[in-house]
């Protein structure tokens, strides 16, 4: 494919008048600052904050809340993981005091098994016992049953989440059509299939190779580090009582993977409107493939005013992007901060040799496979390769999804990298559903570092050598099958345990970090899909070029800088 093969930049050819310097800060910037912004007050004013008082308290499953301290009256109390207040603390903080209102779940687990018990018998401090009435009970100061946590922090985060989930509302509302749209163009005007067929086997092919290189980086790293074996019993036990809960949920939704020649057969959507409406990323790409091949066969130009209209739409979508873009610094503000402010540091300290060893392998990951990619595949300079990803970065480590992204993405690659529309919207879509390299990395990690808890170090039962090729074929379809949003690598994890035998409640013990890896894992993914962009735009013979700060503020019609200055132009219609 040339360059004139594949729709390119109009805005761009036909260039842009030389604009005055844009004065103002770069968007990246705002966006670098939000983040600051929001790991600063995250620290400061989160829920974990040291500065605020930790009055509140988080039960797990695990705790157990008696009348009396020490006493052995259970409480009304259903269980489950629940906020409660601290209303005292007595023997040098062994037992905590603390205050709850009563739900319909508690009165009912309360009378099971004595149903003639009158609600008053399920009184405490003189309560009523109704829904809603507020109960005190003692409970041990255990870690494994109670955290603290600022209720101060907790409110300023219920009352600030609603600007990140807005920025994320913004941009995923673009995802769809403009896969869609831009895809449906990009095909129609291609119009030879023996290209598509050749950048569609390449892409498979290159990310196909790109996740075992992950696997491979992920799987020695955890032999050679064996995280695993520095995790002390208390701090193991302490994991598994927290998060089994939040874990049992997860790996459920997991179970039940159907085969390979249903999923085969599911991308092709019976309902392509369903597919549009639900956003299932493979079937709106194989409806899209499909159409805009199909409008290649229509004979006299027929086609033509279809195309058209989707171009003209898959423009205004764009515009979409850049309006989300607009209140992106304070978006990732605030996601930042309800992430930094929610994350425990003692479980960062317990955790923290695995963290690092997963932080590695994506490193290694990025200068390695990408690196060379980047240097030798797409022939741009590393350094300067990156900085032009930055926008997408930034974002995709912000919001833990990639799918979300996607929008930006492909806006750093068609703007700043140059490459033709034609195949961003067909590497873009694909590598942002199956392409996920940081998060395979991470799954092989975590699976052996599990492993290395539960089972022993040699002999009978141990991890062997099959074994870790099991985990690097499952890990391999366990990330193609993972969604591009928060925490779906920690879910598919369980097929990947299942696989190899490792026990599955396992997961609980990493649930706790495991926010904070997604966002790298993420990043890692954006960059993985955006060197693909750029290598397979380069097999294709497209001419790459690095768009300087410089010129983004100097074009407004490319890049992320000025792209609204214009300010907005009515557009006539024919009636009054
Ligand atoms: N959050 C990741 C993504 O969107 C997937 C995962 O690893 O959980 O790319």
Not at 14 to 28: D, H, I, N, R
Not at 325 to 350: C, D, E, R
Not at 543 to 566: C, Q, T, Y
């Amino acid at each position: 494919m040339s360059d004139g093969d594949v729709p390119t930049k109009k805005s761009k050819a036909e260039g842009s008048p030389p604009a005055k310097k844009k004065k103002g800060m770069a968007l990246y910037t705002k966006i670098l600052i939000g983040m600051a912004v929001g790991v600063g007050l995250g620290l400061l004013f989160g829920p974990n904050s040291f500065l605020l008082p930790q009055s509140g308290v988080t039960l797990t499953p695990a705790a157990q809340i008696v009348l009396e301290k020490g006493g052995e009256t259970v409480a009304p109390w259903s269980g489950g993981v629940r906020m409660a207040r601290i209303v005292e603390e007595a023997d040098d903080g062994q037992w905590l005091k603390v205050q709850w209102t009563l739900t319909a779940p508690d009165l009912l687990k309360a009378r099971k098994g004595k149903p003639d018990s009158a609600p008053a018998s399920l009184t405490a401090d003189g309560n009523p016992a109704q829904v809603g009435a507020v109960l005190k009970g003692w409970v041990k100061n255990d870690p494994g049953a109670a955290t603290r946590y600022a209720p101060i922090g907790q409110t300023i985060v219920d009352w600030t989440e609603w600007i990140g989930l807005l920025f994320l509302a913004m941009i995923k509302m673009v995802v769809v059509p403009l896969v869609f749209l831009s895809l449906v163009v990009g095909v129609a005007s291609l119009g030879d299939f023996r290209k598509l067929g050749r950048l569609g086997g390449r892409t498979i092919g290159y990310f196909l190779g790109t996740t075992l290189m992950a696997l491979t980086i992920g799987v020695l790293l955890a032999n050679i580090f064996q995280p695993g074996r520095v995790l002390s019993a208390e701090d193991k036990a302490r994991m598994l009582a927290s998060y089994s809960s939040g874990a049992g949920d997860k790996i459920t939704s997991a179970a039940n993977a159907p085969s390979f020649v249903d999923q085969l057969i599911s991308i092709v959507p019976t309902n392509p409107v369903n597919a549009l409406a639900s956003g299932d990323m493979l079937q709106v790409i194989f409806f899209a493939l499909m159409l805009g091949i199909a409008l290649t066969f229509l004979k006299n130009n027929r086609a033509q005013l279809v195309v058209d209209v989707f171009d003209r739409l898959n423009e205004a979508v764009v515009m979409l992007v850049h309006m989300a873009m607009y209140i992106a610094p304070f978006g990732v503000a605030a996601l930042l901060f309800k992430v930094v402010g929610s994350t425990g540091l003692s479980v960062l300290f317990a955790l923290g040799y695995y963290a690092l060893v997963v932080l590695l392998g994506l490193g290694l990951h990025v200068a390695i496979t990408y690196g060379l990619t980047i240097r030798f595949g797409a022939r741009l300079p590393v350094i300067k390769f990156l900085g032009a990803i930055k926008e997408a970065l930034l974002v995709a480590f912000s919001t833990s999804s990639s799918s979300a992204t996607l929008p930006v993405t492909k806006e750093c690659c068609e703007d700043n990298l140059n490459v033709s529309p034609g195949v961003t919207s067909f590497v873009l879509p694909l590598g942002a559903t199956v392409n996920m390299d940081g998060t395979a990395l991470y799954q092989g990690v975590a699976a052996i570092f599990i492993a290395q808890i539960y089972l022993p170090e040699s002999g009978p039962g141990a991890l062997t050598i099959m074994d870790q090729v099991t985990i690097v074929g499952s890990a391999t379809l366990a990330s193609v099958g993972a969604a591009g949003v928060p925490g779906a690598g920690m879910i598919t994890l369980a097929l990947v345990l299942t696989a190899v035998g490792i026990p599955v409640e396992g997961i609980a013990l990493i649930l706790g970090v495991d926010r904070i890896l997604d966002m790298f894992r993420t990043a890692t993914n954006v960059a993985g899909d955006s060197t693909a962009t750029a290598f397979m735009a380069r097999l294709e013979g497209e001419d790459l070029r690095i768009m300087s700060d410089e010129e983004d503020a100097a074009n407004p019609d490319a890049g992320f800088e000025g792209r609204l200055a214009a300010g907005p132009h009515p557009v006539p219609t024919d009636h009054e």
